[in-house]
């Protein structure tokens, strides 16, 4: 629960904020040609690969391929596979093989979790996630993941909800409240469908009032010690991770 400041103005971090603005592009841009956690003190200096070896004559000449990275390097956090491709590439490709569940969180107190949240979306493959409530969110845990997913937001639970029913055929998706409440039912037992949207609270007061009246059903990671609850963003990516054990496959290399 620490890790919320209700205190903290939003406005004053342009790194928290959904909306377009050029000075978040700027400063994204710079981010992204870096790993975010690069340096580590007692890693490696860099982490990634400098041009690519033999020089121009030996570029590839895939479209994917970003010749700035081709000629200065590719130092992002990006898995192997997509060393040297232009970033539009890359979601282009995740796109063809996104997975069948999203994730919402409910944000009205500016919660820090959303950035690792969206960052275990990215790694887990969500097809979406969605912020509820406040659009401003804090990017930072993200670690420059969310502009390789999908990031949509709503001003309230049941908009969500409306959203969520447009998709897929008649029944749209499921909405899944995970929270630890009094009859929720639990996550490790329950039939997770190939097709749901995963919902979370907020540190302190868990899921609102109006997600409770509004989700398909609420379920609990079983706990045994003698916290009342786990981090928003562990929950989150234990929930996820439910559904990868039910339904996907091992990754592609
Ligand atoms: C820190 S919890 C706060 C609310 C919690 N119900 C309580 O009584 O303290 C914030 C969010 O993390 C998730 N969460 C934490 N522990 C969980 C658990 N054991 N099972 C399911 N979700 C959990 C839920 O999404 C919850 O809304």
Redesign the pocket.
């Known amino acids: 629960?620490a890790e919320t400041d209700p205190t903290e103005d939003p406005a004053e971090d342009p790194a928290d904020d959904l909306a377009d603005d050029p000075a978040d592009d700027l400063a994204d841009d710079r981010a992204d040609e870096r790993a975010p956690y690069d340096p580590m003190p007692h890693g490696p200096p860099e982490v990634g690969v400098g041009p690519w070896p033999g020089g121009r004559d030996a570029w590839p000449d895939e479209d994917h391929h970003d010749p700035r990275l081709l000629a200065e390097g590719d130092r992002r956090n990006v898995v192997d596979r997509y060393r040297y491709w232009r970033m539009e590439a890359i979601v282009a490709d995740l796109d063809t093989r996104r997975h069948g569940f999203h994730v919402a969180i409910e944000n009205w107190q500016h919660d820090f979790n959303i950035g690792t949240i969206v960052r275990s979306a990215n790694a887990f493959l969500a097809a979406e996630v969605h912020v509820v409530g406040n659009r401003r969110w804090n990017r930072r845990g993200a670690m420059v993941t969310d502009r390789y997913q999908h990031v949509r937001h709503h001003p309230d639970v049941p908009a969500l909800k409306d959203y969520l029913g447009s998709l897929d055929g008649p029944d749209g998706v499921p909405l899944w409240?995970?929270?630890?409440?009094p009859g929720?039912l639990p996550?490790e037992s329950a039939d997770l469908p190939r097709r749901v949207c995963l919902?979370?609270?907020?540190?302190?007061?868990?899921?609102s009032e109006q997600a409770r009246s509004v989700v398909d059903g609420t379920?609990?990671?079983?706990?045994y010690g003698s916290t009342?609850?786990?981090?928003?963003s562990?929950?989150?990516a234990i929930?996820m991770h439910a559904w990868i054990r039910a339904h996907a496959g091992p990754p592609t290399a």
């Open positions: 629960m409240g995970i929270d630890n409440l929720s996550l919902l979370f609270g907020q540190e302190g007061p868990g899921l379920f609990s990671i079983a706990q009342r609850s786990i981090n928003a562990a929950a989150a929930a």
